[in-house]
């Protein structure tokens, strides 16, 4: 699966940017998908994630500002992102992944990120 994000951009503090995410092919057998971000000298970390039938968790520094869904229909990943911060400045990334009934990770894609920029 090829992933590739968008959406991204520069906003003022308290502003809103919806990150969208497109998929090659279908999504509905993928088992979770997400959104992580790397912030410059931090490492990646997770910002939300969604499963395949629309349970979603979010990082506890954007609970209730981001909201994640996913269309399986049209292949797409979103992440709607409001009452921004300048430290949720990063770059943002796709994620798919694919699991066996017994848990087992056996797809894990990513997709080129995609800059969000947040002023003070």
């Known amino acids: 699966v090829q992933l590739q994000a968008s959406g991204g951009g520069t906003v003022q503090a308290g502003g809103s940017l919806r990150l969208s995410c497109s998929a090659s092919?279908?999504?509905?057998?993928?088992?979770?998908m997400g959104w992580y971000r790397q912030a410059p000298g931090k490492q990646r970390e997770l910002v939300a994630t969604?499963?395949?039938?629309?349970?979603?968790n979010y990082a506890d520094s954007v609970q209730g500002r981001f909201t994640i869904s996913r269309d399986n229909d049209k292949n797409m990943l979103y992440l709607q992102m409001n009452s921004l911060k300048p430290e949720d400045t990063a770059v943002y990334y796709c994620?798919?992944?694919?699991?066996?009934?017994?848990?087992?990770?056996?797809?894990?894609?990513w997709g080129k990120g995609t800059q969000v920029t947040v002023s003070s």
């Open positions: 092919r279908r999504i509905v057998a993928l088992n979770a």
């Open positions: 969604i499963l395949r039938r629309g349970s979603a």
């Open positions: 994620n798919a992944e694919a699991y066996t009934t017994a848990g087992t990770l056996i797809e894990n894609y």
